[in-house]
């Protein structure tokens, strides 16, 4: 139970319980920490993997026999097993759900096209049934987030909101906007609180070591303390609007506390080149980016090149500011600086190790 004090008396409310997909990624790790301290209580579904992959949620987590402490549980399952979603909503009934869980790797969904659409896809759909059926059964009020993506829009021109159409780029983005739709049905056919938010590109220090911007920032951390020279890269061009993934799960939480599930397009409504990223954060390390990026062509680097590009994506976010009264509070200086100095300070560590002689320096060039 939270305890409220007015002043007079303590009220005892009950504490929101949430069920996160997702929870190990980039987003799982900031919303629950915003979960948990809202007071919910937050269990995570994780996939079965043969090395922990709980990297970003140990600092939160405590051991579940400390059972008044122990706020965030993990439970196994996976969006391709229908069964594990349906039995976790029985067992734990939650009274919000929300689904980040993805293979998010837009480059990646060109290499693995099913399996990206079976969990982006079909694993929604499977999320949203088991919510609805669990609802009916039980005659409780679940409320669902669905994580969509900017990249829905694809080659649609800037600024995109949320009556902007969609043209898919990738087998990622066509299964966003597959699970986009199902979202809209479930809400349409059977009055599921059921709401999409449209989230354009937010990185993070935590941010996954593929992704262009932390690809740049843990390559340039090593470039500074002289463990690297090289780094490939694809598309200097495209364009994206970057924001903060800590700012974004706010925005994730605030439409699941709307009085009308709808649909939300959050942003920073400010675009930059993949150039621009790399001006501003090799230069506040007082380095030429020039004398260390190649672009590499060949079909081996499967995270940089895409056989279909999206080039440019802004987002137009005003709806989310008038009815959430969201707005980011990290601008992109402040973002690329963020993960230049987290990642110059692995870097450090890095090197004391590699320079004892307890850590191979990797192969890069
Ligand atoms: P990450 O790639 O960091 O995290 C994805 C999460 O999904 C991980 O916890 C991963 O588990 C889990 N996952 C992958 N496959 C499955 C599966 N089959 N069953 C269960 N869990 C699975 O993504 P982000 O945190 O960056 O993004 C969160 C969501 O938001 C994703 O749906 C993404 O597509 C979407 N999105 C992200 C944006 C961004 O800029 N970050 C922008 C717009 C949308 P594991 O740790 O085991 O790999
Ligand atoms: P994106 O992010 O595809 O927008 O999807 P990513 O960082 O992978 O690419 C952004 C842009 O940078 C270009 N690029 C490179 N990208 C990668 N990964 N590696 C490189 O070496 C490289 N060189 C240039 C890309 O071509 C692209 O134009 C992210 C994911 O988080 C999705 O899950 C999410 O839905 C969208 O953001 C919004």
């Given amino acids: 139970m939270a305890s409220e004090n007015n002043g007079s008396t303590a009220v005892e409310t009950p504490r929101k319980v949430a069920l996160v997909t997702g929870i190990t990624g980039q987003d799982g790790s900031y919303l629950t920490e915003l979960l948990l301290e809202k007071g919910y209580e937050v269990h995570g579904l994780i996939r079965r993997s043969s090395n922990f992959n709980t990297q970003r949620i140990n600092h939160i987590y405590i051991d579940p026999h400390n059972a ?11 969006l391709s097993d229908a069964s594990s979603l349906r039995r976790w909503l029985d067992v734990i009934k939650p009274d919000e ?32 049934e088991a919510v609805r059926s669990h609802t009916v059964d039980s005659g409780r009020t679940v409320k669902y987030y669905q994580a969509g993506s900017s990249e829905m829009f694809g080659a649609t021109p800037p600024p995109q909101s949320e009556t902007t159409p969609f043209h898919p780029r990738s087998p990622y983005a066509a299964s966003k906007v597959a699970a986009h739709w199902y979202t809209v049905n479930y809400r349409e056919a059977y009055g599921l609180f059921a709401c999409n938010g449209i989230l ?21 951390g090593r470039i500074k303390v002289g463990l690297q020279r090289k780094l490939f890269l694809g598309n200097l061009q495209a364009s994206r609007d970057w924001g903060f993934a800590g700012d974004y799960v706010e925005a994730m939480w605030l439409m699941l506390q709307q009085e009308k599930a709808d649909d939300y397009v959050v942003a920073t409504e400010e675009s930059h080149t993949v150039e621009e990223f790399l001006e501003v954060s090799f230069g506040y390390l007082g380095l030429n980016w020039k004398d260390h990026v190649e672009i590499d062509q060949s079909p081996s680097d499967n995270d940089a090149l895409r056989p279909a590009e999206v080039d440019n994506l802004k987002g137009d976010a005003s709806k989310a500011k008038e009815v959430l009264g969201w707005k980011p509070k990290v601008g992109f200086e402040k973002l690329v600086k963020m993960m230049v100095d987290e990642d110059l300070e692995i870097a450090k560590r890095e090197k004391l ?10 192969q890069q060039p």
Avoid: C, W
Wanted: proline residues 3%; charged residues 20%; without cysteine.
């Fill in 200 to 220: 354009f590109n937010h990185e993070s220090p935590r941010r996954g070591e593929n992704f262009v911007t932390r690809k740049i920032t843990r390559a340039l």
């Fill in 97 to 128: 759900v929300y689904n980040l869980a993805a293979q998010s790797h837009v480059a990646v969904s060109f290499e693995i096209p099913d399996y990206t659409a079976d969990v982006v896809a079909t694993g929604a759909l499977r999320l949203l």
């Fill in 353 to 362: 190790l590699v320079d004892a002689g307890h850590m191979d320096a990797q």
């Fill in 68 to 78: 008044n402490k122990a706020l965030m549980k993990l439970h196994y399952a996976d």
